[in-house]
Structures are given as C-alpha cells and as structure tokens.
C-alpha cells in the first residue's frame, strides 16, 4: 500500500482528554483485561467537526481585525 494514511493515537486522545478534565467519552475505550486502548472513530466526528467551526471562526475574527 503506498498512500499515506493519517490517524489518532488513543493514548493521545486519552492525554488530551486529561488535559481538559474529560473523565468520559464515548469515542474512547480503554479494556483493563487487555490493557487495550481504543477509539471509535464515528464519535470522533462531531468532536472534530465542531472543532473545524471553532477554529474558521477565530481566524475570520482574527482576517477581520
């Protein structure tokens, strides 16, 4: 396969889910038996197309300044 792929790292979802105070979410699993780290990726989308608004607002607030 030669195409580049890009995807998350569920610890480090995990790490910025901590950093904001986040104990719960559903994009994010963690199985103790297995000490496995996962992320469902269909959750994820409301998240990141929230955080795309975010950001095209702030640098039309900052284009406009």
């Given at each position: 396969?030669d195409k580049k792929m ?21 994009g994010y ?37």
């Amino acid at each position: 396969y030669d195409k580049k792929m890009y995807g998350f790292v569920a610890q480090e979802v995990k790490a910025a889910m901590d950093s904001i105070g986040l104990d719960d979410w559903a994009g994010y699993a963690y199985d103790d038996d297995n000490d496995t780290h996962a992320l469902r990726l269909m959750e994820m989308t409301g998240v990141l197309v929230q955080g795309w608004k975010d950001l095209d607002a702030r640098i039309a607030a900052l284009e406009a300044a």
